[in-house]
């Protein structure tokens, strides 16, 4: 048996602010980041005209995954998310494991989107794209934010907002000026011959990076008004919404891009077709907005995770140092940084994608298990209940076991360095009490 403590509901300082539409919101901008922006391209790489059902397919695949965490953020009234499940579930090195796991999975994230930020300036500006530019630009991209955050200035709540506001304006703006512009033309035929299975698993498994990060909603658990009522609403509904951009998305640049397979910048691509010049600015500054939305909150959020861990004394205490005179976990911050860029620097977009989606999958199938362990403990009237017994945890455990079934030989060695990495670091840490 475990001897960790979790923290009590009292100990939590912060405001009860987050309602269900806060709390949706947190959702639909997990979900919708960089991904969609540089996936459609790999989908119809892999699958042709049919891409457009993987995102149907992607969508069941995940919906039991989003359920069970709806049940399982329901019985937690204190900040913590999938770690806090891990290790009051299955003991305090799981709990550890999972934690790393989602550490791992959004570092892994930041370099795939720094990578599409890159591609995406250098569609308009070719030398920032490939070679020493490439690198240059990366580096003063990473090293810019981990400056910022180590000297503890953090983008506001209005600006994030003000970044939401246009990504979504920009997709919807695209989805409905292709819907004008081409008519019948966005709905597939399917004359061609299918893709084989393989490559509709390649294409779900890379689909999926841009069905994942809704996790993060259940992190904040202690700054919810009501999280047996609301956790469950937003991770519903915003999936619901988000499967139907990305379904339009996908038939819309399929329509407006014939060789959508071969474009490194399928959105631009798409609305440079669809409006000119203007378009692809208008698509730009949507694509610039969104993922420098998603790297701010990333780099300020994800460091916060390694330094709770050493504070936990499950990492070393050197991830738990406040710089004396900014008061942040810069130690922590450096680490992130310098490792996002390595990531960055090394991989491509769709790489770093489905690399990420293997860490998220482990994550996912913990926080599925817990279920039975949780559920006969924490289960009450106020909060939420999967109907058919474990049925539907059960569901999400083997679609995350099918698509791990799909991810190569590289990402899974390269998923076993990081876990073997945290064990040692955990190891370490644990020798040191």
């Known amino acids: 048996m475990s001897n960790y403590q979790a923290p009590n509901s009292k100990e939590e300082q912060l405001p009860r602010n987050l309602g269900t539409w806060g709390l949706w919101l947190l959702v639909v901008n997990g979900l919708v980041g960089a991904g969609i922006f540089g996936l459609p391209s790999g989908a119809s790489a892999l699958a042709g005209e049919y891409s457009v059902l993987i995102y149907i397919l992607c969508a069941l695949l995940i919906l039991p995954v989003i359920l069970s965490f ?47 930020l890159v591609e995406s300036i250098g569609y308009f500006y070719a030398p920032v794209g490939e070679g020493i530019g490439r690198i240059i630009c990366l580096a003063f991209i990473c090293g810019l934010l981990t400056l910022v955050n180590v000297l503890g200035s953090v983008e506001s709540i209005r600006a994030l907002a003000t970044f939401t506001i246009i990504k979504f304006s920009v997709l919807i703006l695209l989805v409905f000026g292709g819907l004008v512009v081409l008519g019948s033309e966005v709905v597939p035929v399917f004359e061609s011959s299918s893709s084989t299975t393989t490559d509709f698993g390649a294409a779900a498994l890379l689909l999926i990076y841009a069905f994942v990060g809704f996790e993060g909603v259940v992190v904040p658990a202690g700054e919810s008004k009501n999280p047996g009522r609301d956790m469950p609403r937003a991770l519903i509904f915003g999936l619901a919404l988000v499967a139907v951009l990305y379904l339009f998305i996908q038939m819309v640049s399929e329509a407006a891009v014939p060789d959508l397979a071969s474009s490194s910048a399928p959105l631009l691509d798409a609305s440079s077709a669809l409006f000119g010049e203007i378009g692809a600015i208008i698509l730009m500054i949507g694509v610039v907005t969104s993922v420098t939305a998603n790297l701010v909150s990333s780099i300020f959020s994800s460091p916060r995770l390694t330094y709770a861990l050493s504070l936990d004394r499950s990492l070393p205490k050197w991830f738990g140092k ?13 680490f992130y940084g310098t490792f996002a860029f ?13 690399m990420t989606v293997l860490s998220r999958l482990f994550l996912y199938v913990i926080t599925c298990a817990a279920i039975p362990k949780l559920r006969p403990r924490y289960q009450a009237e106020d909060n939420f209940t999967l109907k058919g017994g474990y049925l539907i945890p059960i569901l999400g455990i083997l679609s995350c076991l099918w698509l791990m079934l799909q991810v190569s030989s590289t990402n899974i060695w390269m998923t076993t360095l990081f876990i073997a990495i945290g064990t040692g670091l955990y190891w370490v840490a644990r020798r040191k009490e």
Do not use: C, D
Request: without cysteine; charged residues 10%; aromatic residues 16%.
């Open 70 to 116: 709806s049940e399982i953020g329901s019985y937690f009234k204190e900040t913590g998310g999938p770690v806090r499940y891990g290790t009051e579930a299955f003991g305090r090195f799981v709990g550890f494991q999972t934690g790393w796991l989602y550490y791992v999975a959004r570092m892994i994230s930041f370099s795939a989107n720094s990578v599409l």
């Open 322 to 334: 406040v710089h004396p005179k900014f008061l942040t976990p810069a130690n922590s911050v450096l």
């Open 342 to 354: 390595i990531g960055a620097a090394l991989g491509s977009f769709t790489a770093l994608a489905a």
